[in-house]
């Protein structure tokens, strides 16, 4: 039989498959071969009962995130409050930098914003996002159509509202969560059970809230390449190794100065190259001292 998991669970695999949910075990073999299923993945499974299975075969995937681990994700919702916590850009463009980078479509969801009293400079910013080709929804209505048929997680920093969106899209979310939270004896929402729920014509995943947030990209073309506005101007480049920062004729610097580049975007990406040149020196160090 074949099918996606959608839960893992204190060792257990519960996979969908033609509208039924089976509990699967990983055969020992993955372990030996140091293998792991995860959900998201789609399996080839043997189950004789509806409770009882085993996994046999992981096909291949599209992408994965580390937290949580989860697979095959069509796009991200990254959740930012407009305050309490104040609007960071800085860490919006750290989330959409890991997206790009797993080839995962981010879409921006900006809560709270009934706490704005000027919603100039977040409509001027939404108007410069969606310029780059983001969608960038400030209201429920916005968010709806973009869930269905898709597989979308939900991310975001500690205290942006994540559970509370989610509530408003699923009531019975919090229903489902709590009751595994009861039968495990731990708090709601707990990390451990990660969980994939149909909502809004899709198939959804919470995430735990960050409160720092390690983008994976390890070098100069890897961070260009995850802005797109830079990844298209990089093309008339004079140097096709160009990092955007002292060489003549960069197309990059060009297209900022015109305004066609977000200054605070370009800020931001001058910041990830920085870390990035300072934890490969950190490496190499570390390294000489072995």
């Known amino acids: 039989m074949r099918g996606r998991i959608i839960k893992s669970l204190a060792g257990f695999y519960y996979v969908e498959s033609q509208g039924k949910v089976y509990q699967t075990r990983a055969r020992g073999n993955f372990r030996r071969r140091g293998e792991t299923p995860y959900v998201g993945d789609w399996v080839d499974f043997s189950a004789e009962e509806q409770s009882e299975g085993y996994i046999l075969a992981i096909d291949e995937r599209k992408n994965g995130l580390v937290r949580p681990p989860i697979v095959n994700i069509d796009q991200a919702v990254v959740i930012m409050s407009a305050k309490e916590p104040d609007f960071n850009i800085n860490l919006l463009d750290r989330f959409l930098i890991l997206l790009e980078h797993k080839e995962i479509k981010p879409i921006i969801y900006i809560s709270k914003m009934d706490l704005l009293t000027n919603r100039v400079d977040m409509l001027s910013l939404r108007g410069n996002y969606q310029t780059i ?3 960038f929804c400030l209201d429920l209505s916005d968010l709806l159509p973009l ?8 991310m975001g920093q500690t205290g942006v509202g994540k559970s509370t969106l989610l509530n408003k899209i699923a009531p019975e979310l919090s229903l489902e969560t709590s009751s595994i939270s ?4 731990r708090g709601r929402h707990t990390t451990r059970a990660v969980s994939l729920y149909d909502v ?3 198939k959804i995943a919470d995430t735990p809230g960050f409160s720092s947030l390690d983008y994976e990209v390890n070098s100069a073309q890897d961070l260009s390449e995850a802005f797109p506005e830079m990844q298209h101007f990089s093309h008339n480049c004079k140097f096709r190794s160009c990092t955007h920062t002292h060489e003549p004729h960069c197309a990059v610097k060009s297209a900022l100065e015109s305004g066609d580049i977000m200054h605070s ?7 990830f190259l920085s870390e990035i040149e300072n934890r490969r020196e950190t490496y190499k160090k570390t390294l000489k001292r072995k």
Do not use: H, I
């Not at 869930?147 to 939900?154: D, E």
């Open 147 to 154: 869930l269905a048929k898709t597989v979308t997680v939900f």
């Open 265 to 271: 975007r370009y800020d931001n990406y001058l910041q």
């Open 182 to 185: 009861e039968s495990l004896g």
């Open 133 to 135: 080709g983001y969608d």
């Open 200 to 202: 809004a014509g899709g």
